[in-house]
Each structure stands twice: as C-alpha cells, then as structure tokens.
C-alpha cells in the first residue's frame, strides 16, 4: 500500500538558517508529490508539487523540494527561514493517477526561534 | 468568498447523535474532496466528487458516513449515530478538475473542528 513518512514530527530553527525537511514514500509507479503547509486557523496551501520533468521543482515563499526517485524521496528546502514559516508541514502523494486522492504524511510541525 | 467555505467551523455533539458538515466549493469547480484529520496525523482521504456523483468514496471509514451533492456545488457530510472516535477536522477541498493529473491544483477550506462528548 501506499504511504507516505515524514520522519521528522517537530524540527526548531532560527531565522535566516536553511531548512530541509525529510519526505520518504512508498508507492510502485511514478508518483505526483506535492507539499502543503498548514497554519493555525488556515486551511492546507500548495507550496510546490511535482508531476514530471525537472526534478528540482520551485515553489512559493521561497521553498524548493528535490525529488529523488532512487530514494523514493521529495524533501523540502529553504535556504534562509523566516519567522512566518513557522507552521505545520506535510507531505502528500497521489496515488490515483491524478485524481487528486492524495496520501498524506503525518506532518512536521516547524518553530522559527528569533 | 472565493475559497472554499466550510459550515460549522465548530460543533460539538454528544455521541450518537446525527451531525451534518457542509462545504461549499470554489465557484466552478468540478471536483470535490473531503477528508479527516485527526489530532496529530495528516488528513485521510474519504469521498471525492466529479459533478453530482460519487467516484470514489472508498475512504468512508463506514456506513454511519454519508456525503451527497446533489447539484453539482455544494456538497454535506452526513454522520450518523457519531461516536467520540469521529472528532477530528473534517476538511474539504475543491479543483478545477479532477484530471488530467498536472493541471487542477486542490485548494483546501479551514475545515470543520467536529467533537463528539
């Protein structure tokens, strides 16, 4: 069965340090991978996905993620952290061929120290 | 609005009673999801949407959970008899289309905070 690990269930930076966080998933054929970022009283917002192609895949607010099919891996980045990107991160994959069924990891939750 | 909009976004109901979430989606938009999301864990799949009908709802944890949309836009999640295990926030999302797969983003609503007493 399909699934989705995020290893990591909280992660602490300072502002302006690179954070990267891990996405690992189990899934037999090509995947589309997205992450989403979650903040309190907000619903879930897009912040990259990757359907095919160049496997470095740009985003919103600054965020990149790789995907590395050798590692079954989609891991999230950002070279300086801003106060405002503390929040709840997850990763999800779509398992349905592009219905948009997506599996979800279990979420990081990232705090930004001043 | 122009995002998804979630109707109660707070309730709290004892259990077995009947509780019904209503979510009304992007003007326009085809497909429609809900999905669970419990304390501390990533939200789960149950039913999606293309038009008036359900073409998949495999994610429906069991019978007590019903959802309808019977025009096409806004769509109701029905649980029925609820027990304390069903709190969670229920989320519903919308996209512009449910394929082909690179194209039709889903955007998500605050969700629905359901506790059961």
């Known amino acids: 069965a399909q699934s989705v690990t995020q290893p990591d269930i909280h992660i602490t930076v300072s502002e302006g340090a690179s954070l990267e966080l891990r996405c690992n998933y189990s899934?037999?054929?090509?995947?589309?991978l997205f992450w989403y970022v979650q903040s309190p009283g907000q619903g879930l917002q897009l912040l990259l996905k990757?359907?095919?192609?160049?496997?470095l895949v740009q985003g919103i607010k600054g965020f990149e993620a790789e995907f590395k099919r050798s590692q079954s891996s989609f891991n999230l980045r950002k070279p300086s952290v801003h106060w405002s990107d503390a929040a709840e991160y997850f990763c999800?994959?779509?398992?349905?061929?592009?219905?948009?069924?997506?599996?979800f990891g279990s979420g990081t939750q990232l705090t930004v120290l001043p | 609005g122009a995002g998804v909009s979630q109707t109660p976004s707070n309730k709290v109901t004892e259990k077995g009673k009947y509780v019904e979430l209503r979510c009304d989606p992007i003007?326009?938009?085809?497909?429609l999801y809900w999905y669970r999301q419990s304390l501390g864990q990533g939200p789960e799949f149950l039913i999606y949407?293309?038009?008036?009908?359900?073409?998949?709802d495999s994610g429906l944890p069991n019978d007590r959970f019903f959802a309808v949309r019977p025009e096409g836009s806004v769509s109701t999640l029905k649980i029925q008899r609820t027990e304390r295990g069903d709190s969670a926030v229920y989320l519903c999302?919308?996209?512009?289309?449910?394929?082909?797969?690179?194209?039709?983003?889903?955007?998500f609503g605050e969700g629905s905070r359901l506790t059961v007493l």
């Open positions: 899934y037999g054929a090509t995947p589309y």
């Open positions: 990757y359907f095919s192609g160049d496997t």
């Open positions: 949407f293309q038009g008036t009908g359900a073409a998949d």
């Open positions: 999302a919308s996209s512009l289309i449910a394929r082909p797969a690179n194209t039709g983003e889903l955007f």
């Open positions: 999800a994959v779509d398992t349905s061929d592009g219905a948009r069924q997506l599996t």
């Open positions: 003007s326009g938009h085809t497909a």
